[in-house]
C-alpha cells in the first residue's frame, strides 16, 4: 500500500497514448448444486456446512459433472455468438492455495467449450462489438479470510481460516479478445459491456449476476501504445472489480497510471493489481513476469463432454429473446428516441418502465415517472432505482389519479414521496396527507377570494389587461391551498370574478 | 478340514445352509490372523469387532429366513486404499495415520452389501506404489511361501493374506499390475478388471485414468464371485463403464478352451527373465493347446514402450492426485507452531509425510507436465499408450485371449531391489500394457519355478469388457494344472 504513483491527468493521456482492453468475467452458475457434487450453492449458509468429501477433496473421493452448468455455459456461448465444441476436456490447473481443496482446480485449457463469439454493446449512441475469445466452466475456491495484519491478505496475516462452502460452485469464465480502438471511450465501454453480459446473463437465467456477493466478478486488463503505434504494450490484470461503477474507475484509474510511467520513460510491469474502492487506485500484486506453471493436463476423473449438434441446436432454439433483441422491440412498441432508449437503459429503467407499461401505464408516463422523480431519489438517497420501495402497480394507480383529474403532478410527486416512505398504498398517503385535488367549487372560490383582496395590486393589473399577471394571482391559490388547488380551474375562475376573458 | 482352508463358495454354500455360523467362520480366520499374521504383516488394521458383529449379522438374517448371497458371511482382507468409515485408512501413508474417513468407498459399500465380512485393512506399497509393500510406511509383508520374500505389490498385504489363509478373499487395485503380480507371486489367483468395470469411488487415487479395483482369491470361481460382487457401474465415478458386468461367474463355472485362439505375445520373454518362469509358461501353452485351444504367436510390437510410458502417465496423475496431502484438512500436519506460514507447513508436511518412492513419482510426474516437457513427455506417452490399445485391438482380430507371463521372474528378496528403482519397475513390464489400455487380464498359477520353487503367474488378457474371458481360460488352466498337480499350487507352500 505504499504505492503512490504520479498519475497523468485523463485528457493528456489519451492525447498521448491508445488504451487496449480486455475483461475476463467470473460468473457464478446460479445451478441448485455445485459443480462436481450435490452440495447446495445457497449463499450465506453457516461456513463449511455445505460441504462433502467431494467438495473438501477428501482421500478417495471423485467429481461428476453437474449436467445443469454445462448447458447453461451452452447457452451462454450461443447467447454470445460462439462456436460450440463438439469435443472437449476438462483439464486440471495445479497450484497450492489452501483455499483450493485438491490443489488443482477443474478448469478448461485449451479445449473450451465455448469460442469465438461477440457481443455488441452501445456506447454514446454508437454499436461496438467486443470479441469474445471463450467461454469455459471451472469450479470455484472456498473462501479465505485473512485475519490479523493491515491489508486482509494472507501476507501480514496472523492465521486464515477458510470456508469452503463456495468451493466446487460452478463457476463460467468469459474472456475478450483484446479490445483495440475504443480511446477515450475505454472505460465507458468496458462497463457498458459488464452491463450487457451481466444483463444477458440475468435474462438467460443462468446466475444471479451479483456483483456485490460476488457471483460476478471482473478482471480488467489494460495496456497504452504511444499514438500512431501499432504495437500494443505490457499489459496489467486489474482483479476482482466488484461493481459496474468500478470497472469504469478502474480502467479509467489504470490509464492514467500506466500513462505517467511511460511518459517517464519508464516500464510496466506485468502483474496483477488490486482494485481499492475507496480511491479508486489500484496497487501492484502478484507479478506475471515469470507466469507460474500450472502443468495442465486433461482431467481423467471426468469424461470429455460431447454435446450433440441436435441438443446444441435444440438449445439454441429455446434462448429466450436477448437484451439487445428486446430494446429494439421495446423502443418501437414505446415510440421513442434512440437517446430516451440509452438513458433508460443506463439508468437500469428498461424493466421498471415495461413492468410498469404492463400495469396499465402509457409508455411516456411510465418513462416520465421512472426517468424524472424516481430517478432523482434513487439519485439522492444513493440506491438503485429497482430497489426503490414503490412498484410498478403503485405507480399505476398514482398515474391513473392524475389522469382523473384526482391529482397533479405536484400532488403525484408527494404520493410517491409518501409510498417510498413506506407510509402505505398511493390510496392511503392520499388519504393520511389528504392531497386531494380541491375540486369543490365554494372551497377553492372562497380560497380565490381571499387571495384577490390580499393582492388587489394585482388583481387590479388583471383587470387593467394585463392577463399576464394572473400567474401570480394562480401561484397564490395554490400556496394557500398548498398545492391542492387545479391550477388550471382556479385561473379560469380568477379571470372569471374579474371579469375578464382572454 | 479347517475353516480357514475351505473356498470362499465352500464357505458361502456352508453358511447359507446352516452347516456352521458366519461367526465361527469369522473367528476361525481371527485366530488364524492372530497365529500367522505377527509373522506376515499382511494386516495394518484387525477390525476383530465389527468383524464379529458383521458376522453375527448375517446369521441373524439367516437365522429370520432371509437368503444370502453366495459369499454371504464370508471373511475378506481389504486393501488399506479403500475408505471405511468404522476403520482407518492409510493408504500405506505416515501422512493418512490415524485418518478415519466419513465415508465408505462404493467397493466397500458393496462388499457391506453382499454381507461380506471385513476382517480389517491390508498392507500396501505406499498410495500403492510398488511392487514389493516394502514401499509402506508401515513395515514390509512378507511371502507365505518365504517369510525372507516379498509378497508382491502394491496389493502384496492382500495377497499375502489370502496365501497364508488368514482369508479365503481380499481386495487389490491394480494400476500397473498391483494384483496379478502379487498374484502370481504368492501362487494365487487375482485380476484386474476391464478399466470403469468396478467403482474408483472412495479408492485413494494414484494414477486415475490406470486404478482399478479387483479381486484375489485362491482359486478362480473365488475370484469371479468377488468380482460380481463389487463391480457394476456406479453414479459416483464418471468413468465407470455403463454396462452389466460380462457373465463371470458363468464363465469360471464353464472353465473350457475349446476351439478357443489364444495368442502368445511374441514381445514378452526372452533376457531378464527368469528360466524357471519362462519353462512354467511355455507348459501352460502347451497345456491350453492339449485342452483344445488354437495358439499362435502374436506380436504387438508397441508393448515394448509400456514401461516408460507408463512410468511417465502415473507419476503425472499422481503428482496431481497428490497435491490434496497437505495437512491443511486431514491427517499428518507438521511445523504449525504458529509461526511458519500456511506454505510452508505444506511443504513441511509433505517432506514429512511421503515417502522416498511417492516422492520420486511425485518429482517424476511435476517435471513430466512442466511447461515445455508436456509434448515430449506425458503428451509422447498418451500416443504410446493410443499405440498399445491398437495393438491390442488388431490382436483381438485374431485370437480370443493372450497369454504371457505375469511378471518376468518368482518373489525376490526383501531389499534386493529396494535401492534400484529400475528393477523395481521391470516386475511390471508383462502386465503394464492391460492397464494403458483398459484391458481385462488375470493371473493364475501355473507352477514352481526349478530354480527356487517359487510360484510363477500365467497372465491372461482379454479386451475390453471381455473380463469373462479371462475367467472361462483360468479355470480351464486351473482344473488341469490341479488334475496334473493333485490339488491346488497352495498344498506346495510351507505351513506356517
Not at chain 1, 85 to 99: G, L, M, S, T, V
Not at chain 2, 151 to 170: I, T
Request: overall charge negative; glycine content about 10%.
Amino acid at each position: 500500500m505504499t504505492t503512490t504513483h504520479t498519475v497523468m491527468p485523463y485528457d493528456e493521456a489519451l492525447e498521448r497514448f491508445e488504451p487496449v482492453l480486455g475483461l475476463e468475467t467470473h460468473v457464478e452458475m446460479g445451478t441448485t448444486t455445485k459443480m462436481f457434487c450435490g452440495c447446495s450453492t445457497t449463499f450465506g449458509a453457516p461456513p463449511n456446512t455445505h460441504v462433502c468429501p467431494v467438495c473438501l477433496a477428501l482421500p478417495g473421493s471423485l467429481p461428476v459433472a453437474n449436467d445443469k452448468a454445462i448447458e447453461s455455459t451452452i447457452r451462454i456461448g450461443l447467447a454470445l455468438n460462439c462456436t460450440i465444441a463438439e469435443w472437449c476436456r476438462f483439464a486440471r490447473k495445479n497450484y497450492f492455495y489452501p483455499d483450493m481443496p485438491k490443489n488443482y482446480q477443474i478448469s478448461q485449457y485449451d479445449e473450451p467449450l465455448c469460442t469465438n463469439g461477440y457481443l455488441d454493446v452501445e456506447v454514446g449512441g454508437k454499436t461496438v462489438r467486443i470479441e469474445i475469445e471463450r467461454v469455459h466452466l471451472e469450479e470455484d475456491t472456498g473462501k479465505s479470510t485473512h485475519v490479523g495484519g493491515a491489508t486482509g491478505r494472507i501476507h501480514g496475516a496472523d492465521y486464515s481460516i477458510v470456508d469452503y462452502n463456495r468451493a466446487g460452485i460452478p463457476l463460467v469464465e468469459i474472456v475478450t479478445k483484446p479490445i483495440p480502438g475504443t480511446d477515450r471511450l475505454a472505460p465507458e465501454v468496458a462497463k457498458a459491456y459488464v452491463t450487457e453480459l451481466r444483463e444477458l446473463l440475468r435474462t438467460l437465467g443462468v446466475s444471479d449476476v451479483r456483483m456485490e456477493e460476488g457471483s460476478l466478478r471482473c478482471d480488467v486488463n489494460v495496456s497504452l501504445m504511444p499514438r500512431g503505434s501499432s504495437e500494443w504494450g505490457t499489459r496489467t490484470e486489474t482483479k476482482n472489480v466488484n461493481s459496474l461503477r468500478s470497472v469504469e474507475r478502474a480502467v479509467r484509474g489504470e490509464i492514467e497510471r500506466q500513462a505517467a510511467i511511460l511518459a517517464d520513460g519508464g516500464r510496466i510491469v506485468q502483474e496483477t493489481r488490486h482494485f481499492h474502492e475507496d480511491t479508486g487506485a489500484t496497487t501492484s500484486g502478484r507479478s506475471k513476469e515469470e507466469a507460474q506453471d500450472y502443468r495442465y493436463f486433461p482431467e481423467p476423473d471426468l469424461l470429455p463432454i460431447a454435446p450433440s449438434p441436435e441438443w446444441v441446436a435444440e438449445l439454441k432454439s429455446e434462448l429466450p429473446e436477448l437484451p439487445t433483441a428486446r430494446r429494439r422491440r421495446l423502443q418501437a412498441e414505446w415510440g421513442v428516441s434512440d437517446l430516451d432508449m440509452a438513458a433508460m437503459h443506463n439508468a437500469d429503467a428498461i424493466d421498471l418502465v415495461e413492468a410498469t407499461v404492463a400495469a396499465g401505464v402509457p409508455a411516456a408516463d411510465a418513462r416520465k415517472w421512472w426517468m424524472g422523480e424516481l430517478a432523482r431519489r434513487a439519485n439522492e438517497s444513493g440506491t438503485p432505482l429497482a430497489d426503490l420501495a414503490i412498484t410498478p402497480e403503485q405507480i399505476a394507480r398514482v398515474v391513473e389519479l392524475v389522469s382523473s383529474g384526482a391529482l397533479n403532478d405536484k400532488l403525484a410527486r408527494q404520493v410517491l414521496e409518501g409510498v417510498l416512505a413506506g407510509e402505505g398504498s398511493p390510496d392511503e398517503v392520499v388519504e393520511k396527507r389528504g392531497l386531494r385535488i380541491v375540486s369543490d367549487e365554494g372551497e377553492l372560490s372562497s380560497i380565490i377570494d381571499q387571495v384577490l383582496a390580499s393582492n388587489a395590486d394585482a388583481a387590479d393589473k388583471v383587470r387593467s389587461g394585463k392577463i399576464a399577471a394572473v400567474g401570480a394571482l394562480v401561484g397564490g391559490v395554490m400556496k394557500a391551498s398548498r398545492g391542492k388547488a387545479d391550477a388550471g380551474r382556479a385561473r379560469e375562475l380568477i379571470l372569471e370574478k374579474l371579469g375578464v376573458s382572454e | 478340514m479347517s475353516l480357514t482352508r475351505k473356498t470362499a463358495a465352500e464357505l458361502g454354500a456352508l453358511i447359507a445352509s446352516g452347516e456352521v455360523s458366519a461367526v465361527e467362520v469369522t473367528q476361525a480366520h481371527l485366530d488364524r490372523v492372530a497365529e500367522v499374521d505377527p509373522r506376515v504383516n499382511a494386516f495394518l488394521h484387525v477390525a476383530a469387532e465389527s468383524a464379529l458383529e458383521q458376522a453375527r449379522s448375517v446369521d441373524a438374517r439367516r437365522a429370520a429366513g432371509e437368503e444370502l448371497g453366495p459369499l454371504a458371511g464370508v471373511p475378506i482382507a481389504h486393501k488399506d486404499v479403500f475408505t471405511t468409515k468404522d476403520m482407518p485408512t492409510t493408504a500405506g501413508s505416515k501422512i493418512l495415520e490415524g485418518y478415519r474417513p466419513p465415508y465408505d468407498a462404493t467397493v466397500t459399500a458393496r462388499l457391506r452389501e453382499a454381507g461380506l465380512v471385513i476382517l480389517g485393512k491390508t498392507n500396501l506399497d505406499e498410495f500403492a506404489m510398488g511392487s514389493s509393500t516394502e514401499n509402506s510406511a508401515y513395515g514390509p509383508t512378507r511371502n507365505p511361501w518365504d517369510l525372507d520374500r516379498i509378497p508382491g505389490g502394491s496389493s502384496g498385504g492382500s495377497s499375502a493374506a489370502v496365501a497364508s489363509y488368514q482369508a479365503p478373499l481380499s481386495t487389490g487395485t491394480d494400476t500397473g499390475g498391483s494384483i496379478r503380480q502379487p498374484a502370481a507371486v504368492t501362487g494365487i489367483v487375482g485380476m484386474k478388471p476391464t478399466y470403469g468395470g468396478s467403482s474408483r469411488y472412495g479408492l485413494i487415487a494414484f494414477a486415475s485414468s490406470l486404478d482399478t479395483p479387483g479381486p484375489f482369491a485362491r482359486n478362480v470361481l473365488d475370484a469371479a464371485l468377488l468380482h460380481e460382487a463389487f463391480s457394476g457401474h456406479d453414479v459416483m465415478d464418471s468413468t465407470s463403464i455403463h454396462e452389466e458386468v460380462p457373465p463371470v461367474v458363468e464363465a469360471a463355472r464353464r472353465g473350457d478352451v475349446a476351439g478357443l485362439r489364444v495368442g502368445v505375445v511374441k514381445e514378452f520373454g526372452g533376457e531378464g527373465y527368469q528360466p524357471g518362469v519362462i519353462n512354467r509358461f511355455r507348459e501352460a501353452v502347451d497345456l491350453l493347446e492339449s485342452l483344445g485351444a488354437k495358439v499362435v504367436e502374436v506380436s504387438c510390437p508397441s508393448f515394448t514402450y509400456a514401461l516408460p510410458a507408463y512410468y511417465l502417465i502415473a507419476p503425472s496423475e499422481a503428482s496431481s492426485n497428490l497435491a490434496r496431502f497437505d495437512g491443511m484438512r486431514y491427517g499428518l500436519r507438521v511445523g504449525d507452531d504458529g509461526t511458519r506460514s500456511a506454505e510452508e507447513v505444506m511443504a513441511l508436511t509433505r517432506a514429512a509425510g511421503f515417502g522416498p518412492e511417492v516422492k520420486r513419482r511425485i518429482m517424476l510426474g511435476t517435471y513430466a507436465l512442466s511447461s515445455g516437457y508436456y509434448d515430449a513427455y506425458y503428451g509422447s506417452a498418451q500416443k504410446v499408450r493410443t499405440l498399445i490399445a491398437r495393438d491390442f485391438e488388431a490382436a483381438f482380430h485374431q485370437v480370443d485371449v493372450l497369454v504371457s507371463p505375469t511378471t518376468p521372474t518368482t518373489a525376490f528378496p526383501i531389499g534386493e531391489r529396494a535401492d534400484d528403482p529400475m528393477a523395481m519397475y521391470l516386475a511390471d513390464l508383462c502386465t503394464i500394457p492391460a492397464n494403458l489400455a483398459g484391458n481385462a487380464a488375470i493371473s493364475v498359477p501355473c507352477g514352481l519355478a526349478e530354480e527356487d520353487g517359487l510360484p510363477v503367474g500365467l497372465q491372461i488378457m482379454a479386451p475390453v469388457l471381455g473380463d469373462d474371458r479371462c475367467y472361462r481360460v483360468g479355470a480351464a488352466v486351473e482344473k488341469a494344472f490341479e488334475d496334473r498337480w493333485g490339488g491346488p499350487l497352495l498344498k506346495e507352500a510351507p505351513s506356517l
